[in-house]
């Protein structure tokens, strides 16, 4: 005789919202169209045919989702679709569009040519310095390929933070960074260096995935489900029924501890940051703007719906490892960052020490600190994507490859006094200098850790801002107040799309810093949903969205 409690196949058609899955979906169809469009049409065609799908596909995508914002149903904080496995709520929204904007923007990096050529290899699966290559050189081919590469990476990152399950949120990590992967090794110039960031991030980004699915192995050992709703009411009750005597612990520890280095990975965070540097500077640089915004965006919301929702009961357990891993973030690379000559490398050591800062609206583990994360991630997003763009038109003396030796950027200021002001907004906004939108993020993050009761931590912040703030300045002193050498950079002339992401830069850096008001006001839905970040987030299987 069959047990009764067992899980029994249905014979039942899941309900789906068609409308709340949109966003996803169109990305999805986009990506196909964008591979057969590498299958069928013509090369001499298909580079405008692609910018154009991706970039139609992402304002399509964007504005789905701010539509969404006014369909979710009133006295919820969201709902979930596709049968439980993702959720759409405020958060999930705020995430998801942020990251399609900055997509968007990131696809003018990607787009842009200068003399017939974009930064991409002519042909990836040739030797680099052998004759096909020089063949495919000459003969003008280009990789077109990277446009559907994006459109999936894209979608991964969309799905990543609005995941409510352990399995779909393993999907969506694989979907966002495989094409990533590929992507780094795509560069035009230095390409064996390009080559070496790709298998790099490969090799550490495929053990940090195997930490995550053993984690999610032992959560679901522990609470006999992998869904963050019903992981939560397990951790609450104690684990499952078989460990009704209490020694599921291990299981459960082992379990934080595993998932937590697959995403910390992701984020960045020391000591699982090392790839970063080599990674940033390998990679073909709009791809690594892409990466320094979208993907930290949606690796954080990841880590926060998974902190907050089915680990939400155990904070004493996590939060004393957050504490020691945002110290050592914030601590180790800003004082490793002082030491590079590398304007790349020193923006990768940037980004980690950023990552430390976040991580102390983690630690807070209230709304204010989830509010403050939110704003925080769109802020640092427009700034890095304005800093990347600025990186791709200092040159060499023969204006070939970018020039990343930070002593070759002298007298920049004097020679090319907009792009070096320019970059020295952003470089002030890294440092949280007021009237900007740095100083906005980290006032948001830093407050919420001290009313959470985190006053040290924001101490070993303030005193690591104060660290990076060192290096920030220095590049403007060199810029500004030295002399020109005379093999130095040469700035090619900014086309229009690297010139608009600037300019966009530019524009977020100052709006977000002089009037933060409208967006921290109305990231979540209300100040009276109560304190924790659970209230405002779907973290229960029965609110399907069209279901009984």
């Not at 799908?53 to 006014?70: D, E, N």
């Not at 020679?415 to 100083?439: C, E, M, Q, V």
């Amino acid at each position: 005789m069959i047990p009764q409690d067992l899980p029994v196949i249905t014979q039942e058609t899941p309900v789906l919202d068609w409308w709340l899955l949109a966003p996803l979906l169109t990305l999805f169809g986009a990506a196909m169209v964008a591979v057969l469009f590498e299958a069928f049409v013509p090369a001499a065609r298909r580079r405008p045919l692609q910018i154009g799908l991706a970039a139609l596909a992402l304002l399509a995508t964007f504005v789905l989702l701010v539509l969404q914002v006014g369909s979710l149903p009133d006295g919820q904080a969201g709902v979930t679709v596709g049968v439980g496995s993702l959720v759409v709520d405020r958060t999930v929204l705020f995430f998801q569009g942020t990251i399609t904007v900055l997509a968007l923007v990131s696809l003018l990096l990607i787009a842009e040519r200068r003399d017939g050529r974009d930064a991409f290899a002519a042909q990836a699966a040739a030797v680099p310095g052998s004759e096909e290559e020089r063949a495919h050189i000459l003969a003008g081919s280009q990789h077109t390929e990277i446009y559907p590469l994006v459109l999936f990476a894209v979608l991964g990152m969309l799905m990543f933070p609005a995941s409510n399950d352990f399995l779909t949120m393993f999907i969506a990590l694989e979907v966002m960074s495989l094409p990533l992967y590929l992507m780094c090794g795509l560069a035009r110039r230095r390409r064996l260096f390009s080559q070496e960031a790709a298998v790099k991030y490969f090799l550490l980004g495929a053990f940090s995935s195997a930490f995550f699915l053993f984690g999610a192995a032992m959560v679901y050992g522990y609470a006999g489900s992998v869904n963050f709703g019903e992981v939560r009411a397990a951790v609450e009750d104690g684990g499952a029924a078989i460990f009704a005597d209490g020694n599921g612990e291990p299981l459960l520890l082992m379990g934080i501890g595993l998932v937590a280095v697959g995403l910390l990975f992701k984020v960045g965070a020391v000591p699982f940051h090392n790839w970063k540097p080599d990674v940033y500077q390998g990679a073909p640089t709009p791809v690594t703007a892409l990466m320094a915004s979208c993907t930290l965006v949606a690796a954080f919301g990841a880590l926060l719906r998974v902190f907050f929702v089915p680990f939400g009961g155990r904070i004493g357990d996590w939060e004393p490892m957050l504490w020691i891993i945002a110290v050592l973030t914030m601590v180790v690379a800003a004082v490793i960052a002082v030491s590079q000559r590398d304007v790349k490398r020193l923006l990768a050591y940037s980004s980690v020490v950023h990552a430390g800062f976040i991580l102390t609206a983690v630690v807070a583990g209230t709304t204010d600190g989830l509010a403050g994360a939110m704003f925080y991630l769109a802020a640092y997003g427009f700034t890095t994507l304005g800093a990347f763009a600025v990186v791709t038109l200092v040159r060499t003396a023969d204006g070939g490859q970018e020039q990343g030796d930070l002593d070759r950027w002298a007298g920049l200021g004097r020679r090319h006094p907009l792009l070096a002001g320019a970059l020295s907004l952003f470089l002030l906004a890294f440092a949280g200098i007021p009237l900007t939108s740095g100083f906005i993020g980290k006032f948001a993050v830093f407050e919420a850790a001290v009313a959470a009761g985190a006053a040290p931590l924001v101490i070993v912040g303030v005193l690591s801002s104060a660290v990076t703030a060192y290096f920030y300045v220095r590049i403007i002193v060199v810029m500004f107040f030295r002399d020109p050498e005379a093999d130095g950079p040469t700035v090619v002339r900014a086309g229009a799309a690297t010139g608009g992401v600037i300019a966009i830069g530019v524009a977020a850096t100052l709006l977000l810093g002089l009037y933060p008001g409208p967006v921290l006001d109305n990231l979540l839905p209300s100040p009276e949903s109560g304190q924790d970040p659970v209230s405002v987030m779907v973290d229960q299987a029965s609110t399907e969205a069209g279901g009984p």
